[in-house]
């Protein structure tokens, strides 16, 4: 494992930080240097890492990378999901696009370099954390060793914004790599959505993002974040979301995973005071190679606090599914009632699919459950749709795509859901 | 069967387990491991050569192997190798009359209810004290039929040709740390055949104890069902209290041919000093069959997780597991199945129960490889807790290929509610003897899978433990 170490850690000979960074505060160059450092120090992925049980690790290394190139904008059409209270667009890490409409006061939804060049003192409050991983501290320390980009929101007390900003996250050139990073924080009572998508702008480049967010949710605030993935095959994402909800609060959390080659998620989820709540839906249409490696967490450290995991995976071809998820009952987290569930649904004889539920319960008087399925369309499905008129093949697209739409049914927002919805079933042409 | 002549005859509770008789070994290996203590096992037992590097090889792989502490406990660090006795023994062969067997086995035996008269209704017994066999006998009409149960040395010595084909291959050396130890200074175990065709109508018994302070126990079993043929084997332990920790590692070997069935019940309920790890694993042929039923409430660490390995069309597997872990204990069990032919089904239900500072863990593992049609998998954990310090995990794994099977996991995890608690209790139950007639319950439709002599057995135990619990 030493040799493997020392040739792995050598990706990069120096932190993939862009030559015209502006001037930071002294704090945030701290904490770019500390990161760096841990990053060099921190093992690659091995064989004997629990937190990477039937990853393909090779996918998981990097041969070089070199920082992304500015690139000239492609022509961008708005995610097409509703309405948007605010727009931004990336090409590899530099926005090209930053509508920001009419926000109430107080309330602000910026670039995340342009908040940290500002002295902003809450957001550095909030930034960076969280610690623990699920296997991916050195993807973690490399993203904060990075040049930063991505978006920083904060809603005061009692802010409710209609519509959801929109993020657009383009890549282009070849292996280029991305470090994006979304911190949002909602105080008291306050109420945001995010949409981020990552998209290639070419067909046949590899491209590489390697991204943190962080959602903070303050007493009776409400979060939703959605991430639609929707790279070209060739290309790869890392994705590490941390919550923490506060009292009586809100976090929703939607993936979906439609392109790339191999992506991996991670979703830590902590419920610290009583009322709190968080959803995490799931879904996953991987055909060709695809690999999609998902790892969650669900830590419930107070008493009367819920949480809510639902993943599914419809797969083709010889594409494979990780799902390693946890619900964490903490001493003293009474009247927790926490779910978990992951379902498969395998469409080719080579897909391949591979679940971890697990439950740690260390408090009683709780309710929780964790289920994991696989199994196929049966044929009674199938004839009962050709019975009415349905050819076969149409009807098991009906079917499958109703299997995956079910992860996004309790998804807030009608338009929203509408959108994720058009996107799988666009995404189905390709698969039959 | 008289069920009240039984019931007395096999009746094992903690207590009765609860003594120590004076240290008089004949043959005592020392403290600690090394090729020396290999030598000295394989010479007292008379070894072929080829036993003797098959335990050195073994060794050279336990020394390499890490403690799995990357996924498993930390705990396992506290076994000191180096203080244990691997081999000790009387020095005696195997009695075939009840008159041959010394004075203070024969007590053991009566305090822990294997008497005489047992022999009337059990096919054969085979009692193991300390390291080898005491006590074995079978039923005349079995060995007519070509039953053999004999202990391991003796298998290996007489019927090699029979028992070399299939020892060590189910559970590799390699497979882990501890099976590479148990290879390495393996004595006692019971070695079965059961030739096509025979259907032996009574269960097969052993009882295992542990008797010297710091003196693993590495017993090694091998069962071979031909063709056609069916067996049932019961294990129950209970082991005397010591002060420091004792350790216990089997290797379980089952072979069911084409149309088998083996079944394999266990008892465990070694005192909570003993760190129990043991690996058992069974190879189910065509149409065969292997039940594991298995229930695990003694011991300070016990780390099983029963596999069927359904090599042939249409095999089945199947493992009843029932876990109680009380204070001081961790109770890491779980199940094994490995898919690799065509139609192969596997059933796990696994119920356990923690109580006070008690941690009971379910890992298991469901593997359906590529190619294969019409394979089934079907896995229930259900949890309970007692007290508000309880804990329990749930860690499976299941790895599908392919778009003909159907696997489902589901775990829960619940507690007794106050209103059962309440209910009993207007009706004139103690608040101990709700909660126990609850757990009891809570367990009850899989002790119904266990022979009776062994449910009844089993729900004295439940209450037993579950003494003390509330208040």
Redesign the interface.
């Known amino acids: 494992m030493s040799t493997e170490t020392t040739t792995n850690t050598a990706w990069l000979s120096s932190p993939p930080v862009k030559g015209d960074q502006q001037d930071m505060p002294e704090w945030y160059t701290a904490f770019q240097a500390a990161s760096w450092e841990r990053f060099q120090s921190l093992p690659v992925p091995s064989r004997s890492d629990e937190a990477w049980r039937y990853a393909d690790l090779k996918k998981s290394r990097f041969e070089t990378l070199q920082p992304a190139q500015s690139a000239t904008a492609p022509s961008v059409e708005p995610a097409a999901f509703g309405e948007a209270c605010a727009r931004f667009v990336y090409v590899n890490g530099e926005a090209s696009v930053a509508e920001v409409g009419d926000l109430p006061a107080g309330v602000v939804c910026q670039p995340i370099d342009q908040a940290i060049a500002s002295g902003d003192e809450r957001l550095k409050a909030y930034f960076d954390v969280e610690a623990k991983r699920l296997g991916d501290e050195k993807f973690a320390a490399l993203n904060g060793a990075a040049s930063i980009y991505g978006l920083y929101v904060y809603v005061p007390k009692g802010v409710e914004l209609s519509g959801s900003i929109s993020v657009q996250h383009y890549i282009t050139g070849d292996s280029a790599p991305v470090f994006p990073r979304t911190l949002v924080v909602a105080e008291d009572n306050a109420r945001v959505s995010i949409v981020e998508t990552y998209e290639s702008v070419d067909s046949d480049e590899p491209g590489l993002s390697i991204g943190v967010a962080d959602f903070h949710a303050d007493r009776g605030s409400q979060i939703q974040h959605v991430l639609v993935q929707n790279l070209n095959e060739h290309s790869k994402q890392v994705h590490l979301a941390t919550s923490r909800s506060g009292r009586d609060s809100n976090v929703q959390t939607v993936v979906l995973n439609l392109g790339g080659a191999w992506v991996r998620n991670e979703s830590l989820n902590y419920m610290l005071d009583s009322g709190a709540d968080t959803q995490i839906f799931g879904a996953n249409l991987a055909n060709s190679h695809q690999e999609f490696d998902q790892r969650t967490l669900q830590v419930h450290d107070a008493q009367h606090t819920t949480s809510d995991l639902l993943i599914k995976n419809a797969l083709y071809d010889t594409s494979r599914v990780i799902f390693g998820g946890l619900i964490q009952v903490r001493p003293g987290a009474h009247h927790t009632d926490s779910y978990q569930s992951c379902r498969n649904l395998l469409g080719s004889d080579q897909a391949e699919v591979n679940a971890m539920p697990g439950l740690e319960i260390d408090a009683d008087q709780v309710k929780c459950s964790h289920g994991a399925t696989s199994g196929q369309i049966s044929d009674d499905e199938i004839f009962y749709l050709r019975s009415r008129g349905i050819p076969a093949d149409d009807a098991r697209r009906i079917v499958s795509c109703g299997f995956l739409n079910e992860a996004l049914s309790k998804v807030t927002g009608s338009d929203l859901r509408d959108w994720l919805e058009g996107l799988i079933a666009k995404k189905f042409d390709q698969v039959s | 069967m008289s069920d009240s002549a039984t019931l007395e005859a096999v009746s094992v509770d903690q207590d009765a387990g609860d003594f120590v008789y004076p240290e008089d070994y004949e043959h005592d290996a020392g403290y600690g491991l090394s090729e020396k203590t290999i030598d000295y096992i394989s010479e007292v037992k008379g070894e072929a050569d080829w036993i003797r590097e098959f335990r050195k090889k073994a060794l050279n792989t336990f020394e390499k192997k890490p403690n799995p502490t990357?996924?498993a406990t930390k705990d396992l660090e506290n076994i000191k190798f180096e203080d244990i006795r691997y081999y000790l023994s009387k020095g005696q062969r195997p009695t075939r009359t009840w008159d041959e067997v010394p004075d203070d086995v024969k007590e053991t035996f009566e305090r822990l209810g294997i008497p005489e008269k047992e022999r009337k209704f059990l096919a054969g017994v085979e009692a193991q004290f300390d390291s080898e066999a005491a006590y074995s006998n079978i039923k005349e009409d079995l060995e007519k039929e070509g039953v053999i149960f004999v202990n391991s040395t003796e298998g290996l010595r007489e019927h090699p040709e029979l028992f070399k084909k299939w020892f060590g291959k189910v559970i590799p050396t390699g497979d882990n740390k501890y099976s590479a130890l148990n290879s390495a200074v393996f004595s006692g175990g019971s070695f079965i055949y059961v030739p096509p065709g025979v259907k032996v109508a009574h269960p097969l018994q052993a009882y295992f104890r542990i008797n010297a302070e710091n003196f693993g126990q590495f017993e090694r079993t091998l069962i071979i069902v031909d063709e056609g043929a069916e067996v049932t084997y019961m294990e129950g332990c209970t082991a005397p209290k010591f002060e420091t920790a004792t350790l216990h590692s089997a290797v379980v070997e089952l072979v069911a041919m084409d149309n088998a069935k083996i079944q394999y019940i266990t008892v465990q309920n070694w005192s909570n000093n003993v760190f129990n790890l043991v690996t058992k694993r069974g190879v189910a042929h065509e149409n065969a069959e292997i039940r594991w039923i298995d229930c695990n409430i003694g011991s300070r660490l016990t780390m099983k997780y029963p596999g069927v390995i359904m090599k042939g069309r249409k095999a089945r597997g199947e493992v009843v597991s029932i876990a109680l872990a009380n204070d001081g204990q961790h109770q890491d069990t779980g199940a094994k199945m490995i898919h690799a032919a065509d139609e192969t089904t596997s059933n796990v239900v696994s119920k356990s129960i923690s109580v006070g500072e008690g941690r009971s863990t379910y890992r298991g593992l469901v593997h359906i490889p590529?190619?294969l049609k019409g394979c089934k998998n079907n896995t229930e954990c259900d949890?309970l807790?007692?007290?508000?310090?309880?804990?329990?995990?749930?860690?499976?794994?299941?790895?599908?290929?392919?778009?003909?099977?159907?696997?489902?996991?589901?775990?829960?995890?619940?507690?007794v509610s106050e209103e059962q608690i309440f209910y009993m209790q207007q009706r004139g139950l103690s608040e101990g003897e709700a909660m126990s007639l609850s757990v009891n319950g809570f367990v009850n439709d899989l002790v119904r899978e266990f022979p009776m002599e062994y449910s009844v057995e089993l729900k004295r135990l439940i209450d037993l433990e579950m003494e003390g619990s509330v208040g």
């Open positions: 990357h996924w590529k190619h949890a807790l007692i007290n508000s310090n309880s804990r329990t995990d749930t860690y499976p794994a299941i790895s599908v290929r392919g778009n003909q099977h159907a696997t489902q996991h589901e775990a829960s995890v619940s507690q």
